[in-house]
């Protein structure tokens, strides 16, 4: 797709804005120039309108709308920028950005965990049955600050439980984020080896459990935080099954989709939009 084209052509609603733009421009990657070309054939806000709007809408690589660059283009950066670590850096820049706008530390001390299973497909590797919820897919367990933004994800089979896969999240967040101290969580995650495992770090985990003479719906304190945090989230088709192969895909679809939501949060943008168009 030329530059001429790109100006042409119509705005997605996945699109990023100039002011969104702005600020993630300069994160991005440079782009690698095609052969003996000085200046890459397709720009790099393209690629990054194409990747989000895969996320957005939960199409396939091969069905990406021919006015963005070829889909082979797109899935190659993707790729690249998943392996080299680069999405989690720009995501983690993005949160620390947002934090302090919101008049906090950069460095959160308190989070909450929660996960999520999602029904596998045909291709996704590692799919377990998840007895408790009758889906044979994967879990996302995610831990949120208490703004809801994202600390740390990882991607288990169906069949493992919350109380197996907090481990390995508590561990990661430990490294991750060093000045963690608190984390909340329901009851799935009420044993003695979670709270060892906090304890190893310096990290209290309390479990906030819902009273039995609750009726109905009830909004529990803390917990609450987590399942927006979720619903965000699906607002994207791409979390209505898990249609990847790797569960590295997976992880790194949770980090851009909160990135376009950073951007918009950055910017006080509801709805992202494509801006000017260059006449040429």
Not at 105 to 119: F, G, H, N, R, V
Not at 188 to 214: F, N, P
Not at 218 to 224: A, E, G, K, S, T
């Amino acid at each position: 797709m030329s530059s001429a084209s790109h100006n042409q052509r119509r705005s997605y609603a996945s699109d990023l804005s100039d002011a969104q733009w702005k600020i993630l421009e300069p994160l991005i990657p440079r782009a690698i120039a095609h052969r003996n070309l000085q200046v890459p054939i397709h720009p790099r806000r393209e690629i990054v309108n194409a990747i989000l709007y895969r996320v957005r809408t939960g199409c396939a690589w091969r069905m990406l709308p021919h006015d963005f660059p070829p889909w082979k283009t797109v899935f190659n950066t993707y790729r690249r920028w998943v392996q080299s670590g680069d999405i989690g850096i720009i995501h983690d820049y993005l949160r620390e950005a947002v934090r302090k706008s919101e008049g906090r530390s950069e460095y959160p001390t308190a989070s909450i965990l929660d996960s999520q299973t999602a029904k596998g497909s045909v291709q996704s590797e590692g799919a377990g049955y998840d007895a408790a919820k009758r889906i044979k897919g994967r879990k996302r367990h995610i831990l949120v600050d208490t703004l809801g933004l994202l600390l740390v994800v990882l991607v288990f089979s169906g069949n493992m439980q919350d109380r197996d896969a907090a481990i390995p999240m508590i561990d990661e967040s430990a490294v991750m984020h060093s000045h963690l101290r608190k984390i909340w969580a329901d009851g799935a995650y009420q044993t003695d080896q979670v709270r060892r495992a906090g304890e190893k770090h310096a990290i209290d985990v309390e479990i906030v459990k819902r009273s039995d003479s609750m009726n109905g719906f009830v909004v529990l304190p803390h917990r609450w935080i987590v399942e927006r945090t979720f619903g965000w989230l699906e607002r994207c088709r791409v979390f209505s099954r898990e249609y990847e192969r790797t569960t590295t895909s997976s992880r790194a679809n949770v980090h851009i989709a909160m990135i376009s939501l950073m951007l918009r949060r950055l910017t006080g943008e509801s709805t992202p939009r494509f801006q000017e168009r260059v006449q040429v």
